[in-house]
């Protein structure tokens, strides 16, 4: 008999080292286990690339200095300038009202269009005495006559031959007494073209601003590292509380077995 009862001692003792050792195995591996991933936000981020951007520009370019520009006039507003920025084509419009604006996004949209107040033409002051607002008018009114003129060529007729120097014209705008001309890629050669078909009196070539492109290299990797871990972290994702009930069980139903046979023994 004390064999028997020493012998159910050391089955009891044995379920317990067991029934520990699962639970801390069956924590560690819970642990270890990846978990859901998250897919990172980089991954939804839409890229917007330069050429998105010169092709919208390019449509809305078409609109609103060539077919669309008597409509834009009975609307009640000039559009002085487009051109990319931090990934949208922005449209510069005098003057500068919500309804103006809303009438440009439902045509072209608002996911890479943003509409601001047109830059406006700025006269030079005289040394010596302010100048008449008549001369003032006058001057204003020129700078938007030259930069219908280029815009006319630049995005109308021209714009093929323009393509054929090698070159882009991103905006124009009226600046501090001239019309400036952003291209793009800029040399002298390409400002020079433009020089001979408008002249210099009130024309400036400028380097064009670059679109800016979002990055892909995180959105890249985003998608690589949740295809590599999702199958893993779909199989072997496990629950804390579900684990320890098992081992709850295991331990449980040990003891019970060991309590039946110290029983047995007594008798």
Request: aromatic letters at 8%; charged letters at 20%; hydrophobic letters at 40%.
């Amino acid at each position: 008999m004390t064999n028997n009862k020493f012998s159910v001692k050391v089955s009891l003792t044995k379920v317990l080292i067991i029934g520990g050792c699962l639970a801390v195995f069956s924590a560690g591996a819970a642990l270890a286990a990846p978990q859901n991933v998250t897919v990172s936000a980089a991954e939804n981020q839409q890229t917007v690339t330069e050429a998105d951007l010169l092709q919208k520009q390019k449509e809305i370019d078409e609109f609103v200095f060539e077919q669309g520009k008597d409509e834009i006039a009975k609307q009640g507003f000039t559009v002085t300038n487009t051109g990319p920025m931090d990934g949208y084509v922005e449209i510069g419009i005098t003057p500068y009202t919500e309804a103006h604006a809303e009438y440009l996004y439902e045509k072209f949209g608002r996911d890479i269009v943003k509409v601001v107040e047109g830059v406006q033409a700025t006269t030079l002051m005289a040394t010596t005495e302010a100048p008449a607002p008549a001369a003032d008018q006058a001057a204003e009114d020129a700078l938007l006559q030259k930069q219908n003129e280029i815009n006319d060529f630049v995005f109308g007729q021209g714009k093929d031959e323009i393509a054929q120097q090698g070159f882009t014209v991103t905006y124009t705008r009226p600046n501090n007494g001239y019309v400036e001309i952003g291209i793009t890629p800029y040399n002298e050669s390409h400002a020079e073209y433009l020089y001979e078909k408008f002249g210099r009196d009130i024309v400036k070539v400028v380097e064009g601003e670059q679109a800016v492109t979002f990055s892909t290299q995180a959105v890249d990797q985003a998608q690589a590292e949740a295809s590599a871990n999702a199958p893993a972290a779909s199989g072997a994702s496990v629950s804390l509380p579900v684990v320890f009930s098992v081992v709850g069980a295991v331990v449980l139903a040990g003891l019970i077995i060991a309590i039946r046979k110290l029983r047995l023994s007594g008798k």
